[in-house]
């Protein structure tokens, strides 16, 4: 079947939510995917910050295999050996100062940061304080603490009582947050936006100012935690304690699931009744999310990912073509001096290579940490000649 005929068969079958699919992919192996024709493309995408392992990593397999074939699904009346040991997990990653923690899970980004927003009224406030370019997922909770016009209007009103302020603006915060504030929520690095990176005394910042409101700190690391950045969390290097973290994205390297931890007094908001899920937390997802978190540290990819990650910056830098380049581990963005990011993207699939727009002059790489150095190598070499070819097309 020609890569044509699927999308005919797509368009007649699935919703349009996402416009007409770029290629239709049937196979991976590392950093590389293959599609129906036959073509072979380096993944610097990753899924979107998904395949940490990138794709049929042996141990992802190995795990997601026997679990499956043993236990996959039990519901929440019930929990498993997998359900436990990866909570335990997580705690011991992602807390900071031994901070204690329960974690609650789920399947995607949205529904953490659903189940966050919920945990917050729980405080007895509803005031929320969000970000300018904000993503949180596009469920309507979520969608309520997601800047982006053209998502929102659409699906007006929206939970309520949102107060926006400019991205890493601490004078703003400290001005927006009251007495009556349930939570602040940040992602300490956005990625939808097109990679734009919090400074460590902004989150120190937020930190001091939602404690001195009795409000919670709320950190969306959906895109950046997992090790992405060359730290579990993104926000880690700041130090900060913070009370709700949420995580979906690499944390199962393909396998959908979604982490809502909270710590000190979120931890224990939620009390029976008050929250729930069908899959969350299933044997499958968890076993997966374990495989995950082992294969990180036994292949040492926190490190991987900041020296390729420093790596792509500074050769992408190069690039007068280039005005900034921004982003912590395998998380990059960049934004050009003209606006031809989607040429590019398409100039880049045309020679084999998959990345992403996040905006007409922004491009944003996220590839597997298990990226290789010739990989990264081959597209540096190559990348003049996306940026010749896109202005080209431009002019
Ligand atoms: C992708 C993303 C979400 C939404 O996750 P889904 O799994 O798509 O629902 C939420 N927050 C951030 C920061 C994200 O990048």
């Given at each position: 079947?020609?890569?044509?005929?699927?999308?005919?068969?797509?368009?007649?079958?699935?919703?349009?939510?996402?416009?007409?699919?770029k290629?239709?992919?049937?196979?991976?192996?590392?950093?590389?995917?293959?599609?129906?024709?036959?073509?072979?493309?380096?993944?610097?995408?990753?899924?979107?910050?998904?395949?940490?392992?990138?794709?049929?990593?042996?141990?992802?397999?190995?795990?997601?295999?026997?679990?499956?074939?043993?236990?996959?699904?039990?519901?929440?009346?019930?929990?498993?050996?997998?359900?436990?040991?990866?909570?335990?997990?997580?705690?011991?990653?992602?807390?900071?100062?031994?901070?204690?923690?329960?974690?609650?899970?789920?399947?995607?980004?949205?529904?953490?940061?659903?189940?966050?927003?919920?945990?917050?009224?729980?405080?007895?406030?509803?005031?929320?304080?969000?970000?300018?370019?904000?993503?949180?997922?596009?469920?309507?909770?979520?969608?309520?603490?997601?800047?982006?016009?053209?998502?929102?209007?659409?699906?007006?009103?929206?939970?309520?009582?949102?107060?926006?302020?400019?991205?890493?603006?601490?004078?703003?915060?400290?001005?927006?947050?009251?007495?009556?504030?349930?939570?602040?929520?940040?992602?300490?690095?956005?990625?939808?936006?097109?990679?734009?990176?919090?400074?460590?005394?902004?989150?120190?910042?937020?930190?001091?100012?939602?404690?001195?409101?009795?409000?919670?700190?709320?950190?969306?690391?959906?895109?950046?935690?997992?090790?992405?950045?060359?730290?579990?969390?993104?926000?880690?290097?700041?130090?900060?304690?913070?009370?709700?973290?949420?995580?979906?994205?690499?944390?199962?390297?393909?396998?959908?699931?979604?982490?809502?931890?909270?710590?000190?007094?979120?931890?224990?908001?939620?009390?029976?009744?008050?929250?729930?899920?069908?899959?969350?937390?299933?044997?499958?997802?968890?076993?997966?999310?374990?495989?995950?978190?082992?294969?990180?540290?036994?292949?040492?990819?926190?490190?991987?990912?900041?020296?390729?990650?420093?790596?792509?910056?500074?050769?992408?830098?190069?690039?007068?073509?280039?005005?900034?380049?921004?982003?912590?581990?395998?998380?990059?963005?960049?934004?050009?001096?003209?606006?031809?990011a989607p040429a590019v993207v398409a100039a880049a699939q045309?020679?084999?290579?998959i990345i992403n727009a996040?905006?007409?002059?922004?491009i944003?790489?996220?590839?597997?940490?298990?990226?290789?150095?010739?990989?990264?190598?081959?597209?540096?070499?190559?990348?003049?000649?996306?940026?010749?070819?896109a202005?080209?097309?431009?002019?």
């Amino acid at each position: 079947m020609t890569a044509a005929t699927w999308s005919e068969r797509y368009a007649a079958s699935l919703m349009n939510t996402f416009g007409p699919p770029k290629l239709t992919l049937v196979r991976g192996e590392g950093a590389h995917v293959w599609d129906s024709d036959g073509k072979e493309y380096v993944d610097l995408l990753g899924g979107i910050a998904v395949n940490t392992l990138g794709h049929a990593h042996p141990a992802l397999v190995a795990a997601v295999t026997e679990q499956v074939s043993t236990l996959t699904h039990v519901s929440n009346f019930f929990t498993t050996p997998q359900q436990v040991e990866l909570a335990e997990r997580l705690l011991a990653v992602t807390a900071v100062d031994g901070a204690d923690g329960r974690v609650f899970f789920c399947n995607s980004g949205a529904e953490a940061n659903e189940g966050a927003l919920k945990l917050t009224r729980l405080t007895g406030r509803t005031h929320v304080v969000a970000m300018e370019d904000a993503f949180h997922g596009r469920t309507m909770g979520a969608l309520a603490l997601t800047s982006k016009a053209a998502y929102r209007a659409p699906f007006e009103p929206l939970p309520g009582h949102v107060t926006w302020v400019p991205f890493s603006d601490t004078e703003a915060l400290a001005a927006a947050v009251t007495d009556e504030t349930a939570a602040v929520v940040i992602e300490p690095l956005q990625g939808e936006a097109g990679v734009n990176v919090a400074p460590s005394d902004f989150l120190v910042a937020a930190r001091e100012i939602t404690k001195r409101h009795g409000a919670l700190l709320w950190l969306d690391e959906v895109q950046s935690g997992m090790g992405r950045t060359g730290s579990w969390l993104a926000s880690h290097p700041s130090g900060v304690v913070p009370d709700i973290v949420t995580l979906a994205k690499g944390l199962g390297g393909g396998l959908p699931i979604g982490a809502l931890i909270g710590f000190g007094r979120a931890a224990t908001l939620f009390e029976p009744g008050n929250h729930g899920t069908t899959f969350g937390g299933n044997p499958l997802s968890c076993a997966a999310a374990l495989a995950v978190l082992a294969t990180i540290e036994e292949e040492g990819l926190l490190a991987r990912a900041a020296v390729v990650g420093e790596r792509l910056r500074a050769a992408l830098r190069e690039d007068p073509r280039v005005l900034e380049v921004r982003g912590v581990g395998v998380l990059v963005g960049l934004t050009l001096a003209r606006d031809v990011a989607p040429a590019v993207v398409a100039a880049a699939q045309e020679a084999g290579w998959i990345i992403n727009a996040t905006g007409p002059d922004r491009i944003r790489l996220a590839p597997p940490l298990v990226v290789t150095d010739s990989d990264v190598d081959s597209f540096l070499a190559l990348w003049p000649a996306l940026l010749d070819d896109a202005m080209a097309a431009d002019s």
